[in-house]
């Protein structure tokens, strides 16, 4: 089993939309979460982190599910800019980031 | 955004180069990391330096050297390197607070290509 898995998709959705992405993680004793966005050719940035309560930033929502090591990012009212590619990272202790392979997310007009 | 830089941004090397990559970082951060991302596949962890300290190798081949001569700087040097170590090397910076883990902010990338 992979430590951090995601879907890849591609998920291809129209302006507008509401979309979800998942993703589950091995380590039970991990211990921080983040959703980073990676554009083609470029590098990761991080979208937001992940808290217990869930946490939401204007059209971006996570959500963190301890009990069954996973976590979710929701994106609303989605734009043609939100086209890129999300990872979720998985961090056990300080150094320990592990990535998820992204999933590759399409907004079209 | 210049908080983490890399240099250089492209590079083609034969196998039987040396070349060294080189990473810097503005943010005030004491920890230094090198990920490698292969296509299609989940970044992958190479080297963590905490405080210019090497703490974290995760079986990288010896062709793959890293150096921290401070906590704003990292090198990766490269030797007698293999097509399939082809990829976009990136480097990232992180504080450590002690507690649950910290951010990490990533440079640009080097893409690398071995012929």
């Known amino acids: 089993r992979k430590e951090v898995e995601q879907d890849p998709g591609p998920f291809n959705v129209p302006e507008g939309a509401t979309v979800a992405f998942n993703c589950t993680y091995s380590?039970?004793?991990?211990?921080?979460f983040f959703w980073y966005r990676q554009d083609c050719r470029k590098e990761p940035k991080l979208l937001m982190s992940?808290?217990?309560s869930g946490n939401e930033d204007g059209r971006f929502t996570a959500q963190l599910n301890r009990a069954s090591q996973y976590i979710s990012l929701l994106i609303r009212d989605s734009k043609l800019s939100d086209s890129a590619t999300y990872l979720c990272?998985?961090?056990?202790?300080?150094?320990?980031?592990?990535f998820g392979a992204g999933t590759r997310l399409t907004v079209k007009p | 955004e210049t908080g983490v830089t890399q240099t250089p941004r492209h590079l083609v090397m034969g196998m039987t180069n040396k070349k060294s990559l080189k990473c810097e970082q503005h943010?005030?951060?004491?920890?230094m990391y090198w990920y490698k991302q292969s296509a299609k596949k989940p970044l992958e962890l190479m080297f963590v330096?905490?405080?210019?300290?090497?703490?974290e190798n995760n079986s990288v081949p010896s062709r793959f050297s890293p150096e921290c001569p401070n906590s704003s700087h990292l090198f990766l040097h490269l030797h007698t390197l293999q097509p399939e170590d082809s990829a976009l090397y990136l480097c990232?910076?992180?504080?450590?607070?002690?507690?649950?883990?910290?951010?990490?902010?990533f440079g640009p990338g080097t893409r690398l290509l071995v012929l």
């Open positions: 992940v808290y217990s």
């Open positions: 330096y905490n405080f210019k300290e090497q703490t």
């Open positions: 943010l005030g951060h004491n920890a």
């Open positions: 380590n039970s004793a991990s211990q921080s």
């Open positions: 990232a910076s992180s504080s450590l607070s002690g507690g649950a883990g910290e951010t990490q902010y």
């Open positions: 990272a998985v961090n056990a202790n300080n150094n320990d980031m592990r």
